[in-house]
């Protein structure tokens, strides 16, 4: 989550109060925001643990809710009434913020927004597969009621945090607690059940429609990190409305997210493949019965395959037709105060729209009739 100037200040305030704690300085270098870029060794040991308010050492009643954000959220319309409904999921509660390259500014503004209503509010910035080790380090993640993965570099989650008690721990709260979490950007990347935590630089549309296993996908994962029961079958994908390049080469992420679905119902070999695109400022909140609505100033997408491609090799374009039926796409656009709803088991909704999306030929051939 990017800082604003007034929650800039909000962060100097109140770090002028706060306890930080440092392990030694993070090793290897960070991402680009965007999956791209490595994360050095993985081997560290260095954490940093910021405490912004309270004391973390609450104990509340919890109820199982998510909330995804397609990140750029900041002040949008929207994100204080969807971040409202994550804190009543848990109030009086510990709200940590999970995130690598050093503590940010999201828990000072927890504090001043949501103050009364929390426990506490801290950042723990994990760096290293050895700090994802440290007993410290898991106690944070152990005692907190509601986690907020932060933006940054998924990749960099992947190395530092996978077959690490972060991992066992991050599960634990999905899976036994059933504890309040969310995710934003990167956040939102890792989960999903499928995700894509790319080494080098973030795929683009053109490039996974016209090369379906371009090598810049090469890290799309099934199943083997965070394991979210309500998104055990789907992929997700943020800034769907960011656009990349000028002019007639100027393309969004819909198409992205049209080719991750591709990849995951060709790879696992199951229709039962979904994807959940969210744009820029757009927060999608599911409740315990697995029922989402939208939040924020942009739309999120839900994706199911109709049929498998036709053609999905590499080297060659995506052809994913199936008469203009290949995959179904429901949108949803968010509101102030929550807009629609979306029922992920039953995978259907009200208050938004619904449209085929395929492609006779790589990019230039999609055709998503709304909303890219």
């Known amino acids: 989550m990017k800082l604003t100037k007034s929650r800039l200040m909000t962060a ?28 050095g060794n993985g081997g560290g040991s260095s954490y940093e643990y910021y405490q912004a308010c309270g004391t973390a050492t609450n104990s509340v009643s919890t109820a199982q809710a998510s909330l995804l954000i397609g990140g750029a959220e900041a002040n949008a319309n929207g994100e204080e009434a ?51 080790s440290d007993p410290v380090v898991i106690s944070y993640i152990q005692n907190a009621e509601i986690i907020f993965i932060a933006g940054g570099d998924q990749n960099e989650y992947e190395d530092f945090w996978k077959n690490t008690p972060v991992e066992d721990a991050l599960n634990d709260h999905l899976n036994v607690k059933r504890a309040p979490i969310a995710g934003t950007s990167a956040g939102l990347a890792i989960l999903g059940q499928s995700y894509y935590a790319p080494a080098n630089l973030g795929v683009l549309s053109r490039e996974i429609l016209d090369d379906p296993y371009h090598s810049n996908t090469q890290d799309i994962n099934h199943g083997d ?43 696992r070999g199951t229709l039962n493949a979904r ?98």
Request: charged share 15%; net charge negative.
């Open 225 to 267: 990190f965070l394991l979210h029961p309500q998104l055990d079958d789907v992929i997700t994908d943020s800034h769907l409305d960011r656009v990349s390049g000028k002019g007639r080469s100027s393309e969004t992420r819909h198409g992205r997210t049209f080719g991750f679905l591709a990849r995951s119902a060709q790879d």
């Open 82 to 132: 969807a971040t409202q409904w994550l804190v009543s999921h848990a109030p009086g509660g510990d709200y940590l913020v999970l995130r690598t390259g050093g503590t940010g500014g999201q828990a000072d503004w927890m504090c001043s927004t949501f103050g009364s209503e929390l426990g506490s509010a801290a950042e723990l910035s994990v760096d290293g597969t050895s700090a994802a």
């Open 12 to 39: 100097l305030t109140a770090a002028l109060l706060a306890t930080q704690v440092t392990a030694k300085p993070p090793e290897g270098g960070g991402g680009n925001g965007n999956g791209g870029g490595g994360g």
């Open 275 to 372: 994807a959940i695109g969210l744009e820029e400022a757009t927060l999608l909140a599911i409740d315990a019965s697995g029922v989402a609505t939208v939040y924020g100033e942009g739309a999120a997408y839900f994706m199911r395959p109709i049929s498998f491609p036709e053609q999905i090799t590499a080297g060659a374009p995506l052809i994913w037709d199936n008469g203009g039926q290949a995959v179904s796409v429901y949108k949803i656009q968010g509101d102030n105060n929550g807009n629609g709803n979306f029922d992920l088991g039953a995978w259907s909704g009200s208050g938004g729209s619904s449209s085929n999306w395929y492609t006779t030929s790589g990019y230039d051939g999609l055709n998503c009739q709304t909303g890219c």
